[in-house]
T-cell receptor, first 114, second 111 residues
Framework: DQQVKQNSPSLSVQEGRISILNCDYT??????FLWYKKYPAEGPTFLISISSIKDKNEDGRFTVFLNKSAKHLSLHIVPSQPGDSAVYFCAADSTVGSNYKLTFGKGTLLTVNP | DSGVTQTPKHLITATGQRVTLRCSPR?????VYWYQQSLDQGLQFLIQYYNGEERAKGNILERFSAQQFPDLHSELNLSSLELGDSALYFCASRSSNSPLHFGNGTRLTVT
């Protein structure tokens, strides 16, 4: 039972254009969401997060949108750069209770072509 | 550099064997997490320790065990290894109000 789903295994965009990565979740208890980026031979690195009390969070070229009614979030990268080419993981957590335990999607491989 | 150190980077062993993966968390982080990433799978949560005590368990097999020592480093022990245990094993650490910081992982190959 996959509670966090990234339905696109890969995405290819041109440099300078927008990259949109999508993520769906099924667990209504999730109220905190994160995106991680992973380069080959490295561990995932934190990119951006959003709490369920917000519907948008921006950090430079990266914006995460949350649609709670649809249980959907997306990561927008504008403009995309070749260095953004990596696997992007969506993750979710329920902050109810004391444990912080992220549930990850399978990832989307983003390729930004020069 | 996340500050989380995992050793070894690569491990090749035979079925039935036992291995130990080691993790040193970021300085000051009391929580350590272990995740497994198998082929075509996302990161699967295995287990969490906080200041030496087990806090949460995920999809961890009974053949697997972990511990966190007084100096806060952690070890993940995998025994009676099977081919299906071949995967990337990530350790992550965090402190209050911070996201998880991951190490570069240990790639385990069981032959």
């Amino acid at each position: 039972d996959q509670q966090v789903k990234q339905n696109s295994p890969s995405l290819s965009v041109q440099e300078g254009r927008i990259s949109i990565l999508n993520c769906d979740y099924t667990n209504s208890m999730f109220d905190y969401f994160l995106w991680y980026k992973k380069y080959p031979a490295e561990g995932p690195t934190f990119l951006i997060s959003i709490s369920s009390i917000k519907d948008k969070n921006e950090d430079g070229r990266f914006t995460v949108f949350l649609n709670k009614s649809a249980k959907h979030l997306s990561l927008h990268i504008v403009p995309s750069q070749p260095g953004d080419s990596a696997v992007y993981f969506c993750a979710a957590d329920s902050t109810v209770g004391s444990n912080y335990k992220l549930t990850f999607g399978k990832g989307t491989l983003l390729t930004v072509n020069p | 550099d996340s500050g989380v150190t995992q050793t070894p980077k690569h491990l090749i062993t035979a079925t039935g064997q036992r291995v130990t993966l080691r993790c040193s968390p970021r300085s000051g982080d009391l929580s350590v997490y272990w995740y497994q990433q198998s082929l075509d799978q996302g990161l699967q949560f295995l287990i969490q320790y906080y200041n030496g005590e087990e806090r949460a368990k995920g999809n961890i097999l009974e053949r697997f065990s972990a511990q966190q020592f007084p100096d806060l480093h952690s070890e993940l022990n995998l025994s009676s290894l099977e081919l299906g245990d071949s995967a990337l094993y990530f350790c992550a650490s965090r402190s209050s109000n911070s996201p998880l910081h991951f190490g570069n992982g240990t790639r385990l190959t069981v032959t």
